[in-house]
């Protein structure tokens, strides 16, 4: 296995946990949130499913985008399916994206977010974005603990 096939591997590993975690959240605890300054349930999810769609934007365009369009905003918060079916398309751009990069690609490729404090090889940039779904997906993990919601096994 190459190294773009274990990047995509572990994407689609790092969703379907996630998808895991997040369709577990009972539709009453979907705003719940662990104080007034975090994010509720749902809005991590939009966050996660956002930024990825941003992330691949700035992969594209070697650097951070000058002006973000979200096909999110202005979307009222309703399921978990509802935002992942306004990702699908996305993320499947996302992947081909990913399928398109050589080996060589992911160290001679540089994605310039200097303005955030990093230029990153584009191997390196794309396990941040997955790394980035992980950590709140753990954190909503937290959440359901607060909250005591029963939470589901993403180990399997």
Known sequence: MNSINLILLNFTEVRRRSIKVWTSI?????????DKEAMSCIEMVR??????????L????????????SPFEGRPFTTIEAELEIAEP???SFLDTIKSFTEED??????????SGYIRELGDMLLRVAYHESVHTGQLLDYLRT???PRVRVWD
């Open 26 to 34: 009972p539709a009453e605890k979907l705003l719940w949130k662990p």
């Open 47 to 56: 966050h996660v499913l956002e930024s990825e769609h941003y992330y691949h």
């Open 58 to 69: 700035a992969i594209k365009n070697r650097g951070s985008l000058a002006v973000f369009d």
């Open 90 to 92: 996305l993320r499947n």
């Open 106 to 115: 992911l160290t001679t490729i540089k994605i310039d977010r200097s303005e």
């Open 147 to 149: 909250a005591d919601i």
